[in-house]
DNA sequence: GTCGCGCATTAACCTACGTTGACTTGAGAG
DNA sequence: CTCTCAAGTCAACGTAGGTTAATGCGCGAC
């Protein structure tokens, strides 16, 4: 039987990249988690088209959002990372639009549908650090769209590999220059709007021209700054965000 | 002096797009409200890079929300209507990350951003509301990055001119099978990552099969359905939404 | 009226990216 | 150790959509 996590002990709220818990937030997010679930790789967090019991923030693991369109072509909307909070929306408009999809074994700590209205009433601190969750996500997704929609594969692919690196050294997971990447060619395809061999074309070429690689499931960046130009991010400071 | 709207007599709240409002949330809802502003064409209701004071309700007129990104390029990440809420990630995040520019003349309501704590901390329910109106605005992007990401020119714009359609249509916009379409190509085709060129070519030809036209800054539906399925968009009914 | 101007429309040409299909590599199963 | 299967890599070729640039057209200014 695996320990679950006290929030107190959470090792993510004392990450420089979320905004610090008051001793009473504390107390309350105790009560309000309501247990741990454990997902293998492959398994969905969220199903696309499924009522969902409960909204989750992700402890530790990697996943992929996405849809599933029609005729069978998949969107990633954006990858998953510890710290974000996943089923917000299905949680509050009663029915998944997307699934979330392990990539990494995934610890999640859960939160019941049902007692997020309690939060509403009993915590409006929490309840604004949850608005100001979809604000950020909102924000992000509003650079995805600006991304798929007026920049080139090499440009796009370079604002990929640059935000993953980003995040995950905000979370100090990187060591000796790179961070895991549990995702495959065919994720980062799906999500940037190109096919996979084009994808590759462009991975193949950066690797080359020495800015970043990706091999043995890792992402080595060789030359941040350089790939940050190319992908037309510039070197501002990752703001930082509530966690649930 | 223009006369101001008392919420009581807000014709937006009482259109069925909309979650009914309590006459409790009415009166806490005229209080919160400071004032009207009005907007000219081609002005910015809020723009990328500053602060802003304040959260909007759209009460009338149309505006786009955009990204200008280094290179001059623009993206239109969103068109907004009545009832939508803005500014509510400036409002919460501090800095507008995009513009908002009105391309009708526009009124909207004004709420001042250092009253948003407050209605956290008295208002829960209005507080979910705007938590609520997040999630769906973080939808609406999901499903704007799958068409940027997964569709061809023809199924991008169709999709956008039935989703534009459909929402002015529930605002009861429609007359005559028509409904007013202050946007430009150039609008159009920032939003959908096409050239001007490229959504005119499937502009004319979406005219020419009959499906619809865009004239005289209106948008002519001739064939729902059959666009519908074009923009491989089911025919579903639209969720209804709170308004604040 | 007619001038000026922003917007829509069209045609000719070109390129970035998609498609197909074959080959390689590597990690886990037995 | 080697078999298998998924993922990565690469080349050849085709096309959707970009670019440029010219023309048409309504509409407000005066």
Redesign the interface.
Known sequence: MPVITDCVDCPLRRQPLFVPMSDEELAFQRRFKAGETHMQVGQEILSQGQASSAIYTVLSGMAVRS?M???G???V?SFIFPGDLVG??SG??GEA??SVTAVTPVVLCTFPRNRI?RL??TQ??R??D???I??????F??????T???RDATQRVAWALVRIWRRLVALRMETGGAVPFPFRQQDLS????LSVVHTNRVIVRLRGDGLAEISGRRLVMHDHARLSQVA?L?MEKD?VRPIL
Chains 1, 2 share one sequence.
């Open positions: 849809i369109l029609e005729d072509q998949r969107q909307i917000l929306h509050i408009m639009r997307h209205w509403f009433k409006p601190a309840a604004y949850m608005t100001w979809a604000a950020v996500e909102e924000h997704l509003g650079e995805t769209v600006a798929l929609g007026q799906d999500a940037l709007g037309r510039d703001d």
